[in-house]
């Protein structure tokens, strides 16, 4: 996944700030170390003298007789470590301390990101997801299909809401794996707390992981977004400009609970508009809702269930309400 401009320059800023307060935290440890050993103020002055006269050795292009200088160079330095040490300061007291040694709190190691940088866009991605929390319980590691039971059927496709769950969580999963390649899009129906906001929780948190942009919101706080844009946007906060340009530009985008908004000509136009636009740049996206089929097209709209018909795959679940069997402590 390729970070936005504005995603690469916060995680850069990050950078910057790191490197900014280890220099100052460094210069603070050689203040303290030289007015409790003086003699390390001239062997820091002599290193620095002869650094620049190596320097500029080089650019007159006498790199054959630096030697010298690097003998004196690791002297002294082999004696101020002497003097730390003999002092009760660490051997490196003086060395700049990176948060990552390994890259040296640049992000890069030589041409590639740095693996603090990948975990840092993983980070950022977590917060502007809307889901920070709730991923560390609803994801396929606490998936349970015990909850759903064998000898409920579906009448059209005779399989039982085990099987049918099995089978949705192995397209799932195959949905997650070839996401870069196959830019396919979901469509979760069917009864309340039958599990389909676990599942988009599932995905997200396996996207996340491998450094997607996710953002989940539910209906309502969609379209909310959606009108502030349009129809404040004057005076629309920057979080809820940069809200509505991810709802677009996000690599996948969840729409939960569709249906339980105040549905209007409006709202209707916006879910083409985001569903049109989406599946025009093989953006993905995910939706939820409890609505039977024939409700969804009679409250959207023929275009906007055409769209979604011709473009999702649409699977159904069925069972028990999870979250009372839960609470009652049951098993399907």
Excluded at 121 to 128: D, E, G, P, R, V
Excluded at 145 to 169: C, L, S, W
Excluded at 267 to 274: E, H, T
Excluded at 278 to 293: D, E
Aim: charged share 25%; with cysteine.
């Amino acid at each position: 996944m390729a970070l936005t401009n504005t995603q690469y320059d916060t995680i850069i800023r990050e950078y910057n700030k790191k490197q900014l307060q280890n220099r100052r935290d460094q210069e603070a440890r050689i203040a303290l170390a030289e007015k409790e050993l003086p003699e390390l103020s001239q062997i820091n002055g002599e290193i620095a003298s002869l650094s620049m006269k190596c320097a500029r050795r080089l650019l007159e292009g006498e790199a054959a007789s630096i030697d010298d200088l690097k003998t004196e160079i690791a002297a002294y330095g082999i004696h101020r470590k002497a003097l730390l040490k003999n002092a009760g300061f660490p051997e490196d007291f003086l060395e700049m301390h990176y948060s990552c040694p390994d890259c040296k709190d640049t992000g890069y190691i030589g041409n590639e990101k740095c693996h603090c940088f990948r975990q840092a866009a993983i980070n950022l991605l977590y917060t502007q997801s809307n889901l920070t929390s709730i991923l560390e319980t609803e994801n396929f590691d606490h998936f349970c299909f015990h909850y759903y039971p064998e000898t409920m059927k579906d009448r059209v496709t005779g399989r039982n809401a085990r099987e049918n769950i099995q089978k949705i969580v192995d397209e799932c999963l195959h949905f997650v794996q070839n996401f870069d390649m196959e830019h396919d899009n979901l469509l979760f129906y069917g009864a309340t707390g039958v599990g389909k906001t676990f599942l988009t929780h599932c995905i997200a948190k396996e996207l996340l992981e491998s450094a997607h942009s996710v953002i989940y919101f539910t209906s309502f706080d969609l379209f909310e977004v959606l009108s502030t844009a349009t129809f404040g946007k004057k005076y629309a906060e920057d979080e809820v400009l940069q809200q509505h340009s991810a709802i677009f530009d996000c690599d996948l985008l969840i729409i939960d609970d569709l249906g339980t908004e105040m549905t209007n000509t409006f709202v209707a136009s916006q879910l083409f508009l985001c569903i049109n636009e989406r599946l025009m740049n093989k953006k993905s996206t995910i939706i939820s809702t409890n609505l039977s089929l024939e409700s969804l097209r009679d409250l959207y709209s023929e275009r906007v269930f055409s769209r979604i018909s011709s473009n999702f795959k649409m699977r159904k679940l069925i069972g028990k309400d999870i979250r009372l069997m839960k609470k009652l402590g049951e098993q399907g």
